[in-house]
């Protein structure tokens, strides 16, 4: 998709408002269709006239009531009108601001709509099978922000090739994504825009210490990897933000080996991983000036002669004991570690993981919001704002001392599960005895986000991307309009 201002492509997009028709430009013959029902401007609404006036509706809703989630819904639905009608060029109106709304905001959210319909896993398909991908779209902007929209729409594709990247790397199954590939693909993606990556191996791994991200990875015959990704590109003394993504390129449970449709899908089970691996390309393509690490503890979680059990005692990188209760709690095990790599060796002054971690975020919050734990409160507040910015809601969770005493051993000093509920905080009141102390931090839980059984909003069956775009947003914390 090439997206251009002003140039006047293709066939004619109006978005019209239910309560305010000719708000961009008055139609010959919209009001008739409204009078007939055919169409009504409600939200995400498309009605294609086709022949001698071509033209294509798309409904923004009541005008008081527009949200840069309903236009990126909307130019969602624009997109597959488009693709269904086999039109690849088009010429969409948008020459006035709306109230409430930045124009540089709203014209990235039209291409964040379009972009993430464009987006299609069809690595698999033969070319007779793949799906055509949009044309020239052209947005015809007020002449006087003119620059501003194009600032807007190059930032916007830009964090669109970032979650774009993340679902291509979540949806691809296990056979062909594994600890070496991901790590190529990391490399191979992210050294070109300034990003320096990292990859260490077993013997490496095994050097830093790092004792539970091996014991779960022992299982596999595919050796574990350690990535490290540092985009540099702040002052000398401004913060260090680290990402940690759990990197699980396929989880069977282990010895809690999980029930056949459960498994079904767990080659998404780095969405972790892929969401910082996409936000690392998001932010170093846009160039932000800040000073980021990403971490991924990328391994498998298998059954053989060499696999953790479950009672086993384990270490860890920070010396912290564990009892392994569930071998299917392992995701925890490999971002103990990194985490706390994160904080000593790569000396970051804030932290966050993400991982789809718990099938309790799941029964709890649905696929609708991301669980968060957290030692911080200013650094949650950062971390909403970019969420609401990104549209991408989050949802944060209790850390009373009652669940950090649940994870407590008594042969060792950690228990990887417990039981009593609270599935979701405790994961996280676990993870937090391996942040550097005095460091800022925050969990965040993907399983019910990263990805989607179902098509809805403007999100694909798959990988959604969810939250490379809040992650880039925590970061670019200055982006203005």
């Keep these: 998709m090439k997206i251009t201002l002003n140039e006047k492509n293709g066939i004619k997009v109006l978005p019209v408002f239910e309560d305010e028709r000719d708000f961009f430009e008055k139609s010959v013959g919209l009001d008739t269709l409204v009078e007939k029902e055919y169409f009504t401007g409600k939200a995400s609404e498309v009605f294609a006239k086709l022949g001698e006036d071509e033209i294509i509706y798309l409904g923004l809703g009541k005008k008081a009531e527009i949200t840069t989630k309903k236009i990126i819904v909307a130019f969602f639905e624009l997109a597959k009108a488009l693709r269904k009608y086999k039109i690849k060029d088009a010429n969409i ?71 774009s990247l993340t679902k291509d790397l979540v949806n691809t199954p296990a056979i062909d994504m594994y600890p070496e590939v991901l790590s190529n693909r990391a490399k191979e993606d992210l050294e070109p825009l300034g990003v320096t990556v990292e990859v260490y191996g077993k013997k490496e791994i095994e050097e830093l210490g790092m004792k539970a991200f091996l014991a779960v990875a022992v299982g596999s015959d595919k050796e574990p990897k350690l990535i490290v990704m540092k985009y540099m590109n702040g002052e000398a003394g401004d913060k260090l933000t680290a990402l940690v993504g759990k990197g699980l390129t396929y989880d069977s449970g282990g010895y809690c080996i999980k029930h056949p449709q459960g498994m079904a899908t767990m080659h998404m089970d780095m969405g972790g991983a892929g969401a910082v691996i996409g936000a690392m390309h998001a932010i170093a393509k846009n160039k932000v000036k800040k000073n980021v690490v990403a971490v991924v503890a990328s391994c498998e979680n298998l059954i053989s002669g060499k696999a953790y059990k479950t009672g086993d005692l384990i270490g860890s990188m920070s010396g912290k004991t564990i009892e392994v209760a569930n071998t299917d709690a392992e995701g925890r095990l490999t971002l103990a570690d990194a985490i706390y790599y994160a904080g000593e060796v790569l000396k970051a002054d804030r932290i966050v993981d993400l991982a789809t971690l718990t099938g309790a975020c ?70 937090e005895n391996f942040v550097k102390e005095g460091t800022p931090w925050i969990h965040m839980d993907i399983a019910g986000t990263s990805d989607t059984s179902k098509d809805y909003a403007q999100y694909k069956k798959g990988s959604t991307g969810v939250p490379v775009k809040t992650l880039y947003y925590l970061i670019n914390s200055e982006h203005t309009c």
């Design 362 to 431: 799941v029964v709890a919050l649905g696929s609708y919001r991301t669980g968060v734990v957290t030692n911080n409160d200013e650094f949650m507040n950062e971390m909403d704002e970019a969420s609401k910015k990104a549209d991408e809601k989050l949802w944060v969770m209790p850390n009373d001392d009652e669940y950090k005493d649940m994870v407590k051993g008594t042969m060792t000093d950690l228990l990887n599960s417990v039981p009593g509920g609270a599935g979701m905080i405790t994961a996280g009141m676990f993870l």
């Design 93 to 163: 109106i948008f020459n006035k601001k709306l109230d409430g709304l930045c124009y540089k905001t709203t014209m990235k959210a039209i291409v964040d709509g379009l972009a993430c319909f464009d987006y299609d896993f069809d690595k698999y398909l033969s070319d007779d099978n793949k799906p055509t991908k949009l044309g020239t779209i052209n947005i015809e902007v007020i002449e006087n922000k003119k620059d501003k929209a194009k600032e807007a729409v190059e930032e916007a594709l830009n964090i669109a090739e970032g979650y």
